[in-house]
């Protein structure tokens, strides 16, 4: 099975051009803060979340751009114009986690509201959201994997390949590998949130966890990081991070459950 993009642009309208890419984020983030509002009220809350949401949207987006920019400094500092110009993709999940996750330790501490009732539901939403947003990558025709001529496979035109893979025609759809992976994150959280026999704690660490894994096995396709820490991609290395951070939480809230 052959995955070709039928091109970066939905439509024009009066000579502007509406990409893909934005309409899918745009979709994206309504269904996540729409089950994110869900969970949040399903466990006694009010409109608190729905109504940090468009804040939370705002600089979550300005993170995962400025940490972009920043993983590509030396791009972005010879082309600065092009800060600005995100219609055809260029934000980092990483940069909006750590953006959000500031903004919320702040305004948490302010409001002596437990962070982790915010977080929880965030999670569940995100990581649908994130299952929905991948595909922008397929209509951009980036993010993709090593070159790769299986049974599913992704044709990247000649004009989008790196100059090192520009005699071959297939790579791995790595953005359809973490899509599915996102969704099986949400199905996980979902089920424990319905339940409602996990604590916040225990289901944003798992969020982490479980979300670092995934990009730990993406990225071990992906061939386009550019920034390397130690010898390994950063987005590897924050993953890890994740892992980490995530499984110590877990333990942590296990340990204070059963104590």
């Given at each position: 099975m052959i995955l070709s993009s039928p091109g970066a642009v939905a439509l024009d309208v009066f000579g502007l051009s509406v990409y893909w890419y934005g309409i899918i984020m745009a979709f994206a983030i309504l269904i996540g803060a729409f089950i994110a509002d869900w969970a949040y009220k399903k466990n006694g809350g009010d409109d608190l979340l729905i109504d940090l949401i468009p804040w939370l949207v705002v600089i979550g987006f300005a993170g995962a751009r400025l940490?972009?920019?920043?993983?590509?400094?030396?791009?972005?500092?010879?082309?600065p114009l092009e800060i600005l110009n995100v219609r055809q993709g260029g934000l980092s999940i990483h940069g909006m986690f750590l953006a959000c996750i500031i903004f919320l330790t702040v305004y948490c501490k302010k409001k002596k509201v437990d962070i982790f009732n915010i977080l929880a539901p965030l999670c569940l939403g995100v990581s649908f959201a994130q299952s929905i947003g991948r595909w922008g990558n397929f209509f951009n025709s980036e993010a993709f994997g090593k070159p790769f001529d299986g049974f599913?496979?992704?044709?990247?035109?000649p004009a989008l390949r790196p100059e090192i893979y520009r005699h071959n025609e297939f790579f791995h759809p790595t953005f359809l590998y973490e899509s599915v992976l996102d969704l099986l994150i949400f199905v996980i959280l979902f089920l424990l949130i319905r339940?409602?026999?996990?604590?916040?704690?225990?289901?944003?660490?798992?969020?982490?966890?479980?979300?670092?894994?995934?990009?730990?096995?993406?990225?071990?396709?992906?061939?386009?990081?550019?920034?390397?820490?130690?010898?390994q991609p950063v987005a590897l290395v924050v993953s890890a991070l994740l892992v980490i951070i995530g499984g110590i939480g877990i333990l942590l809230d296990l340990k204070i459950k059963f104590r």
């Amino acid at each position: 099975m052959i995955l070709s993009s039928p091109g970066a642009v939905a439509l024009d309208v009066f000579g502007l051009s509406v990409y893909w890419y934005g309409i899918i984020m745009a979709f994206a983030i309504l269904i996540g803060a729409f089950i994110a509002d869900w969970a949040y009220k399903k466990n006694g809350g009010d409109d608190l979340l729905i109504d940090l949401i468009p804040w939370l949207v705002v600089i979550g987006f300005a993170g995962a751009r400025l940490y972009y920019c920043i993983l590509n400094f030396s791009y972005y500092l010879a082309h600065p114009l092009e800060i600005l110009n995100v219609r055809q993709g260029g934000l980092s999940i990483h940069g909006m986690f750590l953006a959000c996750i500031i903004f919320l330790t702040v305004y948490c501490k302010k409001k002596k509201v437990d962070i982790f009732n915010i977080l929880a539901p965030l999670c569940l939403g995100v990581s649908f959201a994130q299952s929905i947003g991948r595909w922008g990558n397929f209509f951009n025709s980036e993010a993709f994997g090593k070159p790769f001529d299986g049974f599913l496979k992704l044709y990247i035109t000649p004009a989008l390949r790196p100059e090192i893979y520009r005699h071959n025609e297939f790579f791995h759809p790595t953005f359809l590998y973490e899509s599915v992976l996102d969704l099986l994150i949400f199905v996980i959280l979902f089920l424990l949130i319905r339940k409602n026999n996990s604590s916040p704690r225990f289901v944003t660490f798992l969020y982490f966890m479980l979300y670092g894994i995934v990009r730990i096995i993406v990225e071990s396709f992906r061939i386009d990081s550019v920034v390397y820490i130690f010898g390994q991609p950063v987005a590897l290395v924050v993953s890890a991070l994740l892992v980490i951070i995530g499984g110590i939480g877990i333990l942590l809230d296990l340990k204070i459950k059963f104590r």
